[in-house]
Every structure is written in C-alpha cells, then in structure tokens.
C-alpha cells in the first residue's frame, strides 16, 4: 500500500513576491513538513533582494538546510531542471543539482526534456539526453539521489516517451517525478493510464491540479504549466490517481504545485482530508 508525504514547492510563493527564507517559514506555518526548493547558477537578482524564491548553487548547500532546520520543516527534493538535450548546460548544472541535494538530505532532483531545437532531429535528442543522463547517473548512484524525470517537454508528456527518457542510462537512480497538472495539459494520453503505465518508476509526484479556465485556456497546447490551483479545486480527479498508485509499497512524496499562499494551505488540507492516514506528518 503507497503512503504518501506532503512536500511544498516553494514556486507557492511567486504572486506573494517573497524570498526563500520567508517562504521556508510559512510553509511551515501552514503545516508542511518538508519543501521543495528550485535552485539555479550564478547570482539572481530577484533572489539576492527577496523577491524571488529560488536557491543560488553558488551559495552553501548547508545554509539551505540550516534555514528549514530552523524553521522546523526538512528539503524533500530539489527543482533542478535542466535542458536534458543541451548536456553543455544540463551535465554541470544537474550534477551539481545532485550534490546540493545530497548535502541537504534530499533524494530527488527533478528535471525534464525541455523543447527540442528545431536543428536537431529526434535520435539526435535522445543521444544528447542519454549522455546528460548516464553523466548524472553515475554521481546519483554516488550519493544516493534519484534523478526523476517529468513530463513537461517535448517527449515526455506520453507514458512511452517519459519511459523511453528514463531507459536511456542504465542506472537505478533515474526514476519519474510525475507531473499530473503537464500531463493533463498536453492532451497526448489519458492521465490515469498514462499514470498507470509509468507508475512502477514514479518515486515523486509534482501534485498540480488544473482550474477549469485554465483547462479551457491551455488544454492541448502546452506541454506544462509552471503551477496550478489548490488540489481538489480543478479537473483532476484525485480519487483516481490515488487509486493508480494504491499498490505501490513505497512512499511516495506529493510536492504540492501552486501560485499562492491560500491555494498552498487549502491543499494540505484537502490531502488530509482525502489521504487519512496514509499521509505521514
């Protein structure tokens, strides 16, 4: 039987224009446990003045874990998307990704495909993806960090082409972060069997669900969305994907992926409400 934890993506606060460290402690407020930081290269602007909450690699990743220790709540993954088939980017920024995370006491760092250059055909994407990967599976099986990949690029919102993503290395640390809200989006498969298909190398759930005008805006043209609205609210049927992931005998973290504070706080409770005690606090 799955049971389930609940992370808090800290894009939550991106309307409230705050920084990390606030965004920390009210997630804690609102009754999470764990977070899932997005970090980036180089120096932010936005993030060096609070205004934006993302985690500069350039920083200690220890500073990162002493901010939620302090605050009660620990880092259940890290957001480090990386454009698999651009591995001159992705190799030195997902790699780092993993050793920030390890440090941090996390085990997951998310990424995805991203868009397909025009110049590049698809064999040719899928040779650069599988360099990028078995370059960052050899330093996840180092320190013990999963690598999830997540629908949210060109080959990776059917159930065969984040499968065919997640075969390219052979290494038992490159799993899925399944993406509900992306891949209720794309259109290109039905959620629940796609999530069905895929469900035995789901090891961490970005829980986003989608608002009906959102739906009716977008549905079938993109193949992601950055966040979503509070869980229960939208077009994803929550029963039904509990039920897909019932006979996983594993935990499984669902990061929470919304825009506000409200929807952040409405969302753990509907997970209670929903979960029982199958969610672990």
């Known amino acids: 039987m799955a049971r389930y934890r609940a992370t808090l993506n800290m894009e939550y606060i991106k309307d409230a224009a705050k920084g990390f460290r606030w965004g920390v402690d009210k997630a804690a407020e609102l009754g999470y446990r764990y977070v899932e930081p997005m970090v980036h290269t180089g120096w932010d602007l936005l993030s060096e003045v609070d205004f934006f909450h993302s985690f500069s690699m350039e920083e200690d990743p220890l500073l990162m874990k002493e901010i939620c220790d302090r605050a009660g709540v620990r880092v259940s993954g890290i957001s480090g998307h ?109 959620l629940y069997e796609g999530l069905d298909r895929v469900k035995d190398r789901v090891v961490h759930m970005h829980a986003k669900d989608i608002s009906e005008q959102h739906s009716a805006d977008e549905r079938g043209l993109v193949t992601g969305t950055p966040v979503g609205c509070a869980l229960g609210e939208g077009m994803v049927d929550w029963e039904r994907v509990f039920e897909v992931l019932e006979p996983l005998d594993r935990e499984i973290f669902l990061s929470v992926e919304c825009g506000r504070v409200d929807e952040a706080e409405r969302s753990i409770e509907f997970l209670r409400k929903v979960l029982g005690d199958k969610l672990i606090e």
């Not at 078995?134 to 949210?152: D, M, Q, Y």
């Open 82 to 190: 990386s454009p698999l088939m651009k591995p001159e980017a992705a190799v030195p920024r997902l790699t780092r990704a993993i050793v920030f995370a390890d440090a941090c006491g996390a085990k997951f760092v998310n990424t995805d495909d991203m868009i397909k250059p025009e110049w590049m055909d698809d064999a040719f994407a899928h040779e650069m993806m599988r360099y990028t990967l078995t370059k960052a599976g050899f330093v996840a099986e180092r320190h013990g960090v999963n690598v999830c990949i997540e629908p949210h690029g060109t080959f990776s919102c059917t159930s065969e082409g984040l499968l065919a993503i997640a075969d390219l290395a052979p290494s038992p640390w490159i799993n899925v972060n399944f993406d509900t809200g992306n891949f209720y989006l794309a259109a290109l498969e039905d």
